[in-house]
């Protein structure tokens, strides 16, 4: 079993900036694709970053590529989601959620197989 604990969270301005933390403890070997999700009051969850932990690769959603990167501290089992010119359409509550590594060679990322989900950090952006 694979814990995930997200903080970080909180409210900013349009133009702020936010970095989320999500911490693993557990079985983390079996683990090595992290995601960061968000899920917006009547919309749908959306994958908006991922790694790789073995080696660093990342994927982001359009919504997010220029303005949000994902990266990680091996030593500390923590992976961070650092958020730039943060918009209101950004406000929602953010997920993270850890997989098999099979899951950071998808052109996308694949809601439905992930394993291990966080209980997730709310960011509010306000214009």
């Known amino acids: 079993q694979v814990r995930l604990v997200e903080s970080g969270g909180g409210s900013v301005q349009a133009g702020g900036s936010l970095k989320l933390s999500c911490a693993a403890s557990?079985?983390?070997?079996?683990?090595?694709?992290t995601a960061w999700f968000r899920q917006a009051p009547g919309r749908e969850r959306e994958g908006v970053a991922r790694?790789?932990?073995?080696?660093?690769?990342?994927y982001y959603a359009d919504s997010v590529k220029g303005r949000f990167t994902i990266s990680q501290d091996n030593a500390k089992n923590t992976v961070y989601l650092q958020m730039n010119s943060l918009k209101p359409e950004d406000t929602a509550q953010y997920y993270c959620?850890?997989?098999?590594?099979?899951?950071?060679?998808?052109?996308?990322?694949?809601?439905?197989?992930?394993?291990?989900w966080g209980l997730g950090t709310q960011v509010t952006v306000s214009s």
């Open positions: 959620a850890a997989g098999g590594t099979w899951l950071c060679l998808l052109n996308r990322i694949d809601e439905a197989s992930f394993d291990y």
């Open positions: 557990g079985s983390t070997t079996s683990t090595n694709c």
């Open positions: 790694i790789y932990v073995g080696g660093g690769l990342t």
